[in-house]
T-cell receptor, first 114, second 110 residues
């Protein structure tokens, strides 16, 4: 148990669906991250939030919409996704966004887009 | 740009040593990291090395850094079936953000 909890663990959705991924951290950290893990590709940083403010958006398509209501919770809202968006989505946290080297990861949400 | 490369797969027999290799491009990296991802889990920091060191040993793990060649390796001695996982190499690039490789799947045969 790393202190970072993600739900759901698995998600199957159609291209016209709207769904949300949830992440919660119990570590008192101030920074939270979304990463995308695809087979045979490097881990991709998608978004970074520090003290609820978005500090990084790595050219992510607008069909992915993050939300950070407080320092402990992070959401990723999904709509009109494409099959190539199927991947493992990992949430992580760190004490501060400049301390991103000491990341604590959740177990991820395995997303399949049909 | 910043890039980290690893081979995708390594198979070893139980009890042998495993060596996972990584190359990176950003010479300004302060730290280099190895993360481990077990099946169905997120990544966990396994070990790291400061860029002014060339070796770090931690029990069965040995990290070697060749800064001139920008080459990092992780050696696992007496590999066990529980070591089967994906191992990610990462560097802290010029922007202070972690740059990860593709991960190397280590399969340990009994």
């Amino acid at each position: 148990e790393t202190g970072v909890t993600q739900t759901p663990r698995h998600l199957v959705m159609g291209m016209t669906n709207k769904k949300s991924l949830k992440c919660e951290q119990h570590l008192g950290h101030n920074a939270m991250y979304w990463y995308k893990q695809s087979a045979k590709k490097p881990l991709e940083l998608m978004f970074v939030y520090n003290f609820k403010e978005q500090t990084e958006n790595n050219s992510v398509p607008s069909r992915f919409s993050p939300e950070c209501p407080n320092s402990s919770h992070l959401f990723l809202h999904l709509h009109t996704l494409q099959p190539e968006d199927s991947a493992l989505y990992l949430c992580a946290s760190s004490q501060d966004w400049q301390d991103n080297e000491k990341l604590f990861f959740g177990s991820g949400t395995q997303l399949s887009v049909l | 740009g910043e890039d980290v490369e690893q081979s995708l797969f390594l198979s070893v027999r139980e009890g042998d040593s495993s060596v996972i290799n990584c190359t990176y491009t950003d010479s300004s990296s302060t730290y280099l990291y190895w993360y481990k991802q077990e099946p169905g889990a997120g990544l966990q920091l396994l070990t790291y090395i400061f860029s002014n060191m060339d070796m770090k040993q931690d029990q069965r793990l040995t990290v070697l850094l060749n800064k001139k060649d920008k080459h990092l390796s992780l050696r696992i001695a007496d590999t066990q079936t529980g070591d089967s996982a994906i191992y990610f190499c990462a560097e802290s690039g010029a922007t202070n953000k972690l740059i990860f490789g593709t991960g190397t799947l280590l399969a340990v045969q009994p």
